[in-house]
């Protein structure tokens, strides 16, 4: 296992250790602004991934406007949860990571959004064509994308990673991807005891 790998598999158990500490207080953040972008955004009713999905609070959202909701996430923990809270499409979760998700091929070019929110600072800098390669093998031509990532610099001791994010290369990487960036907004956290600032970037997919 490469050192990315262990900073990627060090997170994932991070978060398998912690999951029913932190479901509550996720489900608990205010996310009205970053659930507007949703809304201003997604086709209405669009079948939509949620890639690292966490506590299933944006899946709930988006279910409850109508939109059929898909997830995969790297805890075994959140997805038992998400099947669990979601039992009547509960074949909709899957346990898996960027860089490559292993989810069902008939799933590749079927989603007409796909959205990761607070995931990016997470992922090795290396990790990023891959990643971006991932995702956009399943999305359609013409769909959305939403990327919510932290910018602030964490001084917490934990087992999580966060990688300093280069904007501009993320976003010209997305380009080289085919796709382009439609919007992008700075927001404060949705838990109150954190001083961090986020970013949340929309992308339109445009070329295969």
């Known amino acids: ?44 009713k669009a079948k939509t991934l949620d890639i690292g999905f966490g506590s299933g609070r944006d899946l709930a959202f988006l279910k409850d406007k109508g939109f059929e909701v898909w997830g995969v ?14 039992n009547d499409i509960s074949n909709h979760f899957f346990n898996s990571s960027l860089p490559v998700l292993n989810i069902p091929k008939e799933l590749q070019r079927s989603f007409d959004s796909i959205i990761l929110i607070a995931v990016w600072m997470h992922l090795p800098k290396s990790t990023y064509k891959s990643s971006i390669k991932s995702v956009c093998s399943f999305l359609k031509l013409h769909g959305k994308i939403i990327l919510s990532y932290s910018i602030t610099p964490r001084e917490e001791v934990s087992e999580r990673y966060f990688e300093n994010i280069d904007s501009k290369l993320l976003q010209s990487l997305f380009e080289e991807h085919g796709c382009t960036q439609v919007s992008r907004n700075t927001n404060t956290d949705g838990l109150d005891e954190r001083e961090i600032t986020w970013i949340t970037e929309v992308y339109n997919y445009d070329k295969l």
Do not use: C, G, R, W
């Open 73 to 86: 996430d790297p805890s075994q923990q959140f997805v038992d949860n998400a099947k669990n809270s979601f």
């Open 1 to 44: 296992m490469n050192q990315d790998q262990n900073l990627i598999e060090s997170t994932i158990n991070y978060y398998d250790q912690t999951a029913q500490e932190l479901i509550p207080k996720y489900d608990a953040a205010e996310m009205s602004t970053l659930h507007h972008i949703f809304l201003e955004n997604l086709t209405p």
